[in-house]
């Protein structure tokens, strides 16, 4: 029985030995894996499988890059909006959200009048206090009524290099009120306003944008400039209504958002509207004791486009022309303690302000015999005197005026300092 189990024991061995030869030889024989993958198309690997997994945490680095602010090479469709959402019911009573005091109204027994906060006024708590002030000044018997659609407002203002900061401001500002922004560019500079758009200014606020370079208008006369954006803009937005409201304003020029929600949402004001706005100067900190200046800002749809078809003397009014008297225009927001808006005059940097200010004297804008330099301008800044150098500015305090600035500019002191704090004063005269 030995040599019986002698024999197993080489059989089981010698098969043992052929199996892990034939185990050695397919290793020798088999090319690397990563030479497989790249010999054949149909091959996967588990690190081909994780790639596409990979992908979306580059893209959003790659959407960044993307504007989503219009040109007049494409289209715009602006959406509706229904009034509904800007009020409350009581009962049979219906108010202005932001105007009306929801906790006495609640707490009352009589819903039959709607009771308002502070600085609203109206049956319906609709009219802010600057709106409020314009139509009893006016003498005009207006009658308002509520729209079921909130008109759409496009805002077109205009804007040089050196004084492109303040647009920032206009559309945060603006930005729940306004439907469309039409930034008209004077600028072809390498990094003029289209540039800082495609860097990422005003992300969030791209979609209401849209950009349009009027830089080979820059020496044509104003109506010639209007005439050329209104075109544009008729060819660009698919659904313009005879009611929507357009905005036109000079550069630096920031307007009410109360009372162009105001007019958003009701009908019966008077048009075109004008309006009276505080002349800040260099900043908000200072404001002109002599100045302020009348804008036409607001008028429909359908009387821009009978002004142009019939080119009527409508358009120098729209276009700014004399507006010395109230005259002219159906109603104008502002008073001298009530402001329909602010204009922040030179509210730039001191080297922009020299850029502005040559420009200003080579077009006999204003005359100053000094030379322009900056100290020249610090010196102005931190002393608060006018381009004369004799008026002497007022002082503005952001804690006790109500005017001060724009609502912004108050929630976002931090990004705006320079707007709000004179950094080149001599005196603490806070």
């Known amino acids: 029985m030995q040599p019986r189990l002698d024999g197993k024991l080489v059989l089981l061995y010698t098969l043992l030995f052929l199996q892990v030869l034939i185990v050695m030889v397919y290793v020798a024989t088999t090319p690397p894996s990563e030479l497989t993958a790249s010999m054949t198309h149909t091959s996967v690997s588990f690190v081909k499988f994780e790639e596409p997994q990979q992908e979306p945490k580059q893209r959003p680095a790659v959407s960044k890059k993307i504007p989503i602010y219009q040109t007049i090479n494409g289209e715009i469709t602006i959406n509706d909006v229904k009034t509904f959402t800007f009020f409350e019911a009581y009962n049979h009573t219906v108010c202005w959200k932001h105007g009306v005091d929801d906790q006495k109204m ?27 002030r314009a139509i009893m000044a006016s003498k005009q018997n207006i009658e308002l009524r509520h729209r079921k659609l909130a008109r759409r407002i496009i805002h077109t203002f205009f804007l040089y290099e050196y004084n492109s900061a303040i647009a920032e401001v206009i559309v945060e500002e603006l930005y729940d009120v306004v439907d469309l922004f039409v930034i008209c560019d004077f600028s072809n500079a390498e990094e003029n306003f289209h540039h800082k758009l495609l860097k990422g200014l005003l992300r969030q606020r791209q979609k209401k944008i849209l950009y349009v370079n009027v830089a080979s208008k820059l020496h044509k006369p ?19 209504r005879d009611d929507d409201i357009h905005i036109t304003t000079e550069p630096e020029q920031i307007l009410n958002s109360r009372a162009l929600m105001f007019l958003k949402v009701y009908n019966g004001w008077p048009q075109p509207i004008g309006f009276r706005l505080r002349w800040s100067v260099y900043g908000f900190f200072w404001q002109h004791p002599l100045k302020t200046t009348i804008t036409v800002g607001a008028c429909t749809i359908g009387l821009m486009r009978e002004a142009y078809q019939s080119n009527s003397i409508m358009l120098d009014r729209l276009e700014g022309g004399d507006l010395s008297e109230r005259d002219s225009l159906g109603l104008v927001i502002g008073d001298l303690n009530h402001y329909g808006g602010w204009y922040c005059y030179l509210c730039q940097s001191p080297s922009n302000i020299i850029t502005s200010l040559q420009n200003k004297v080579k077009s006999k804008e204003i005359e100053i015999e000094k030379t322009i330099d900056v100290p020249f301008i610090e010196d102005l800044i931190g002393s608060g005197l006018w381009l004369d150098g ?25 990004k705006y300092d320079w707007l709000v704090e004179n950094f080149y004063a001599k005196l603490d005269y806070y």
């Open 390 to 414: 004799k008026t002497t500015l007022l002082r503005v305090s952001k804690s006790r005026d109500p005017y001060f600035a724009p609502e912004i500019i108050l929630n976002n002191t931090w």
């Open 222 to 240: 104003a109506r010639v400039v209007s005439k050329y954006v209104w075109e544009k803009l008729k060819t660009v937005v698919r659904n313009l």
């Open 106 to 132: 609640r707490s009352s027994e009589d819903l039959e009048k709607c009771i308002c906060i502070h600085g609203w006024h109206g049956s319906d708590c609709g009219q802010p206090e600057v709106v409020w």
